[in-house]
């Protein structure tokens, strides 16, 4: 199973490294990094091409989120796409446990799980969302 990992991104400076990295220092790495910049005016540009050897990079014009989405998903190669926006981030083990979650139901068309809010400091905003899995993992 390959896994490639989509990272869609818009004038999110501040964050848009904290992102990049928890991709990069997973578990399970990613056998694919696609990194998507939807015409960005502020730094975020020059963040993202210092990982140039570490993912494929593409730049484009603005056209919303949806229109980066495709964009990346038109050259991912992945068996499974995982999305990040830039102002989220990935736990340590999120592919790991992905993968073993995927490879339990080899059939599943989409798996997905639960999120946690932080604030700008990282610290937890509450429970976790959606307060239930289908599946009771």
Same mark, same amino acid.
């Given at each position: 199973?390959?896994?490639s990992v989509i990272l869609s991104s818009y004038m999110h400076?501040?964050?848009?490294?904290?992102?990049?990295?928890?991709?990069?220092?997973?578990?399970?790495?990613? !056998?694919?990094?696609?990194?998507?910049?939807?015409?960005?005016?502020?730094?975020?540009? =020059?963040?993202? *091409? +210092?990982?140039? &050897?570490?993912?494929?990079?593409?730049?484009?014009?603005?056209?919303?989120?949806?229109?980066?989405?495709?964009?990346?998903?038109?050259?991912?190669?992945?068996?499974?796409?995982?999305?990040? !926006?830039?102002?989220?981030?990935?736990?340590?083990?999120?592919?790991?446990?992905?993968? =073993?979650?995927? *490879? +339990?139901?080899? &059939?599943?068309?989409?798996?997905?799980?639960?999120?946690?809010?932080?604030?700008?400091?990282?610290?937890?905003?509450?429970?976790?969302?959606?307060?239930?899995?289908?599946?009771?993992?």
């Open positions: 199973m390959r896994i400076e501040s964050y848009i490294e904290e992102a990049i990295l928890s991709v990069l220092n997973q578990t399970t790495l990613p !056998d694919e990094f696609i990194i998507v910049d939807d015409g960005s005016t502020d730094g975020s540009r =020059a963040i993202i *091409e +210092r990982y140039q &050897d570490q993912a494929k990079l593409i730049f484009k014009s603005n056209g919303g989120h949806s229109s980066a989405i495709n964009a990346a998903c038109a050259v991912a190669n992945g068996d499974v796409i995982c999305f990040l !926006d830039s102002d989220d981030r990935y736990a340590a083990n999120k592919l790991t446990e992905l993968k =073993a979650v995927w *490879e +339990r139901n080899p &059939d599943a068309t989409m798996v997905y799980h639960q999120l946690m809010t932080i604030d700008a400091q990282g610290n937890s905003k509450g429970k976790p969302w959606p307060r239930i899995l289908l599946d009771g993992e």
